[in-house]
């Protein structure tokens, strides 16, 4: 299994609390990924990465911010929680574009109430 | 949208049977492919087809690609419990980016 890491795996927080996730690869893949996953919406993106500091906005973006300050290290920010932002976020690399396989961590079950 | 659909949503059979699962698109596509989610876990790659490939097999696994319909499909056959978990596809359109479609969830009984 490729090496990405997500933590924390849950987290219950409140509404208007800034939340951070983080995802970590031993893989040394360029491109990084976050996704969301709801019931009925199948896997949304939110933003990428291409490289350290290099980010991009995806389908779903709005709410969230990324940093990648290492090449191992990609964190997702919801700036000021919300319970739409209930969901299961995953962390996908890839070292092609989306040429390549994704490689998927296991999640973070993060709840806002 | 540049997702399109996959079908059916759900899906439930007997072990020993095939299943098959359709996914549809709207834009030209650089390539497809498939993921398995077994519940609670992340998603796991299956099968890539490039948009100048028409088939590919992995096991009991097989995709096509037809771009004049703009559908792919994935077969799998002599299903087993094992088999059961949630099914994506996923398209890229020659960007940075892979779109996922809503999946179909496959259920098989022993």
């Known amino acids: 299994d490729a090496g990405i890491t997500q933590s924390p795996r849950h987290k219950v927080t409140e509404t208007g609390t800034p939340v951070t996730l983080r995802c970590h690869q031993t893989e040394n893949h360029r491109y990084m990924y976050w996704y969301r996953q709801d019931p009925g919406h199948g896997l949304r993106l939110i933003h990428y990465s291409y490289g350290v500091k290099d980010t991009d906005k995806g389908e779903v973006s709005d709410g969230y911010s990324v940093s990648r300050s290492k090449t191992e290290d990609f964190l997702l920010t919801l700036e000021s929680a919300t319970s739409s932002q209930t969901s299961v976020y995953f962390c996908?690399?890839?070292?092609?574009?989306?040429?390549?396989?994704?490689?998927f961590g296991n999640g973070t079950r993060l709840t806002v109430t | 949208s540049q997702q399109g659909e996959e079908d059916p949503q759900a899906l439930s059979i007997q072990e020993g049977e095939n299943a098959t699962m359709n996914c549809s698109y709207k834009?030209?596509?650089?390539?497809l492919q498939w993921y398995r989610q077994n519940s609670g876990r992340g998603l796991v790659h299956l099968i890539l087809i490039r948009s100048n490939e028409r088939e590919k097999h992995s096991g009991r696994l097989r995709v096509t690609l037809d771009t004049s319909k703009k559908s792919s499909s994935l077969l799998i056959t002599a299903s087993r419990a094992a088999d059961t978990a949630s099914y994506f596809c996923?398209?890229?359109?020659?960007?940075?980016?892979?779109?996922f479609g809503t999946g179909t969830r496959l259920q098989v009984f022993p």
């Open positions: 834009t030209s596509i650089n390539n």
């Open positions: 996923a398209k890229s359109f020659n960007t940075d980016k892979l779109i």
């Open positions: 996908a690399i890839s070292d092609d574009r989306s040429r390549s396989p994704l490689h």
